[in-house]
Nanobody, 117 residues
């Protein structure tokens, strides 16, 4: 099994910044893709950004140039630096990891990010 521990959420004013972290532990062999999704009230969960083991990244259009995803392969940890936050970024953010073995996706418990004045 894979355990994910997320941290770094909270309340921030518009224009502010937050950094999310997600650390994976447990029984697995190598993590291929690590990413962040979010779900706002009444909306479907959507991809925010993901990153491959080789460093390739993918971003939602709504966060490009504001958010940066990175990872520490040795620590099995993924980060999401969120700058210039907007009220529409308010959501529960979920970490997602896809190990090579076991070959399935795992989700974190979710962390609240609220952007409000």
């Amino acid at each position: 099994q894979v355990q994910l521990v997320e941290s770094g959420g909270g309340l921030v004013q518009p224009g502010g910044s937050l950094r999310l972290s997600c650390a994976a532990s447990g029984r697995f062999f190598s993590i291929n893709v690590m990413g962040w999704y979010r779900q706002a009230p009444g909306k479907q969960r959507e991809l925010v950004a993901d990153i491959t083991r080789g460093g390739g990244t993918n971003y939602a259009d709504s966060v490009k140039d504001r958010f940066t995803i990175s990872r520490d392969v040795a620590k099995n940890t993924v980060y999401l630096q969120m700058n210039s936050l907007k009220p529409e970024d308010t959501a529960v953010y979920y970490c997602n990891v896809q190990p090579i073995v076991p070959s399935r996706a795992y989700w974190g418990q979710g962390i609240q990010v609220t952007v409000s004045s």
